[in-house]
């Protein structure tokens, strides 16, 4: 029998690969796993304080129509506030096309349009809506974009794993 | 030659135990780096999904109801009929109080195949090796839930029996959506969202 050297060298080639296609099948629902559980805490987030911008800006613009104050300066801030709410997206934009979209303008747009509206309301306006524990500079994405230089990537809220053992921080843009 | 001689003619144990280990070296070696790439690969996919269909709608739904209730308190209390009000104040406070308790975690529905995936780990050998050199819950969220658990120790340590009470649920989210809506009915403000 000859002893083959190229023979052995396939071999371990293929034993490498078919531990790296297994491997790699069980790092597939992993990754996604992983990826969905940051995905819905980063989403939930976000839309829990435009949520609460939005559901401030629906009930006073009822409660200002039946007033019948409905084109005042307040009137007019909801429909601003309304407006870029609109524009917001929700879905992650790298998912879907590469536009133009600036989203840490359009958040800072929102958060001093509801600064305002609360002024022109006369009432005090209520930072960080939701989550009690967390302090305004650790959970606030706007000042997350600000520190950040955003030039160049596409994605909006890209994934960088494994790289980084604070992939979270990556995560919020 | 020697080497040649232990695989043609050595004991039929020796060459097992050889192929058994070479084949298990490089298999493992391919596994190590096939779950690393593996991972790299899925994870904004997951990410995204994550987000559009479960963090967004959840996180919308409560925003809003807390935005209403918050605008519906300061409405009630600058208006200048309040007198006839003070029924609705007390229950917009109640409607709000709970509310601003309910967290994420009390109401995003599991997610069925990270349940899956972890029993399929409990019988798995080689699954439990992987785990070790893997992820568990993300940093991020880990972080959350410790502050979560702080909380509630702290609730118990003040409250007493009543702190124990269990978590809300989506189901208490919609109870609360129909009082606040109840509420808004009553003062003859109509409101719907999509």
């Given at each position: 029998?000859?002893?083959?050297?190229?023979?052995?060298?396939?071999?371990?080639?293929?034993?490498?690969?078919?531990?790296?296609?297994?491997?790699?099948?069980?790092?597939?629902?992993?990754?996604?796993?992983?990826?969905?559980?940051?995905?819905?805490?980063?989403g939930?987030?976000?839309?829990?304080?435009?949520?609460?911008?939005?559901?401030?800006?629906?009930?006073?613009?009822?409660?200002?129509?039946?007033?019948?104050?409905?084109?005042?300066?307040?009137?007019?801030?909801?429909?601003?506030?309304?407006?870029?709410?609109?524009?917001?997206?929700?879905?992650?934009?790298s998912?879907?096309?590469?536009?133009?979209?600036?989203i840490?303008?359009?958040?800072?747009?929102?958060?001093?349009?509801?600064?305002?509206?609360?002024?022109?309301?006369?009432?005090?306006?209520?930072?960080?809506?939701?989550?009690?524990?967390?302090?305004?500079?650790?959970?606030?994405?706007?000042?997350?974009?600000?520190?950040?230089?955003?030039?160049?990537?596409?994605?909006?809220w890209?994934?960088?794993?494994?790289?980084?053992?604070?992939?979270?921080?990556?995560l919020?843009? | 030659?020697?080497?040649?001689?232990?695989?043609?003619?050595?004991?039929?144990?020796?060459?097992?135990?050889?192929?058994?280990?070479?084949?298990?070296?490089?298999?493992?070696?391919?596994?190590?780096?096939?779950?690393?790439?593996?991972?790299?690969s899925?994870?904004?996919?997951?990410?995204?999904?994550?987000?559009?269909?479960?963090?967004?709608?959840?996180?919308?739904?409560?925003?809003?109801?807390?935005?209403?209730?918050?605008?519906?308190?300061?409405?009630?209390?600058?208006?200048?009929?309040?007198?006839?009000?003070?029924?609705?104040?007390?229950?917009?406070?109640?409607?709000?109080?709970?509310?601003?308790?309910?967290?994420?975690?009390?109401i995003?529905?599991?997610?069925?195949?990270?349940?899956?995936?972890?029993?399929?780990?409990?019988g798995?050998?080689?699954?439990?090796?992987?785990?070790?050199?893997?992820?568990?819950?993300?940093?991020e969220?880990?972080?959350?839930?410790?502050?979560?658990?702080?909380?509630?120790?702290?609730?118990?340590?003040?409250?007493?029996?009543?702190?124990?009470?269990?978590?809300?649920?989506?189901?208490?989210?919609?109870?609360?959506?129909?009082?606040?809506?109840?509420?808004?009915?009553?003062?003859?403000?109509?409101?719907?969202?999509?």
């Open positions: 029998m000859d002893f083959d050297l190229e023979e052995l060298v396939n071999v371990e080639q293929t034993f490498y690969e078919e531990g790296y296609k297994d491997g790699f099948a069980h790092g597939r629902i992993h990754g996604s796993i992983e990826g969905r559980a940051l995905g819905r805490e980063k939930f987030e976000m839309w829990e304080e435009l949520g609460f911008y939005e559901g401030f800006a629906m009930l006073w613009q009822v409660i200002l129509s039946q007033r019948g104050t409905a084109d005042d300066r307040a009137a007019q801030h909801i429909r601003q506030l309304l407006a870029l709410l609109a524009q917001f997206p929700r879905v992650n934009p998912a879907t096309d590469p536009t133009e979209l600036d840490p303008k359009l958040f800072r747009q929102i958060r001093s349009r509801y600064k305002a509206l609360c002024a022109a309301l006369g009432v005090q306006p209520t930072l960080r809506a939701g989550a009690p524990s967390a302090t305004a500079e650790d959970s606030d994405p706007a000042i997350d974009l600000a520190d950040a230089p955003s030039g160049g990537s596409k994605s909006v890209p994934v960088q794993p494994a790289a980084n053992a604070r992939a979270g921080a990556q919020s843009f | 030659m020697e080497d040649e001689e232990i695989w043609q003619e050595g004991p039929q144990s020796v060459q097992d135990a050889e192929w058994a280990k070479l084949s298990s070296g490089f298999t493992n070696a391919g596994y190590r780096e096939g779950i690393t790439a593996g991972k790299e899925a994870l904004q996919a997951g990410f995204d999904e994550g987000f559009a269909q479960v963090g967004v709608p959840i996180g919308r739904q409560l925003g809003i109801l807390r935005g209403i209730a918050t605008a519906l308190l300061s409405s009630l209390q600058t208006s200048v009929t309040a007198s006839q009000n003070t029924v609705s104040v007390d229950e917009v406070r109640a409607i709000t109080s709970q509310l601003g308790s309910i967290r994420f975690s009390d995003a529905p599991p997610d069925l195949e990270a349940v899956r995936h972890a029993r399929e780990h409990l798995d050998r080689r699954l439990e090796e992987a785990d070790e050199m893997e992820m568990p819950v993300p940093e969220v880990q972080g959350k839930r410790a502050i979560e658990s702080l909380e509630d120790m702290l609730a118990q340590m003040g409250g007493g029996a009543a702190a124990t009470a269990k978590r809300p649920s989506m189901d208490d989210v919609n109870e609360l959506q129909k009082r606040l809506l109840a509420v808004c009915g009553q003062m003859g403000l109509s409101l719907q969202w999509n």
